[in-house]
């Protein structure tokens, strides 16, 4: 497939309106992906043996991954390990606009993300606390009391069976 206009070697920049576009990833930059999936430590030049390329040219095709927001390299932490014992999955119905209270969710430390959704509910948030006086805290006097906020609903874990990063590019 020839290279789409705007596309620096693997990331697009602007499609024809100026908005950003979504990247276009080139066959190597999916390449590099699945590498960092499987190890963010994963040496750029043991990267660049598996793809074809030099540890230089992998170094600047990770940056532009990084920059565009395609990818982020991060430590994921178990939060049992470092001192966060009771997760929730908060499930939210709102009267009025979404966004001003998906952005006051995304602005409190103990929500991992926030999701916009349709369905029974408007938004879904994850929160990480340190224990359960936390969470009824969070709900209670932070979330339920955001203006629009009808309904807030907290889905304990109990036990986290899977979670993983490695969906690839697909």
Do not use: N
């Amino acid at each position: 497939m020839p290279p789409a206009s705007g596309m620096i070697r693997g990331v697009s920049s602007q499609d024809t309106t100026g908005r950003p576009a979504p990247p276009v990833l080139d066959e190597i930059s999916r390449q590099i992906i699945a590498q960092l999936q499987e190890d963010g430590r994963r040496a750029y030049a043991t990267i660049g043996k598996a793809v074809g390329l030099s540890e230089a040219a992998v170094r600047q095709r990770v940056q532009r991954l990084s920059d565009s927001g395609v990818i982020q390299i991060v430590a994921v932490s178990d939060p049992l390990q470092v001192g966060l014992f009771r997760q929730a999955m908060i499930a939210i119905t709102v009267d009025g606009p979404l966004e001003p209270v998906g952005d006051a969710l995304a602005e409190m430390d103990e929500i991992a993300y926030v999701i916009l959704c349709a369905g029974r509910y408007d938004l879904l948030c994850e929160a990480v606390c340190a224990d359960d006086e936390a969470l009824l805290q969070l709900i209670s006097t932070r979330i339920r009391a955001l203006p629009g906020v009808r309904h807030a609903e907290a889905m304990v874990y109990l036990k986290l069976r899977k979670q993983t990063y490695q969906w690839g590019t697909r």
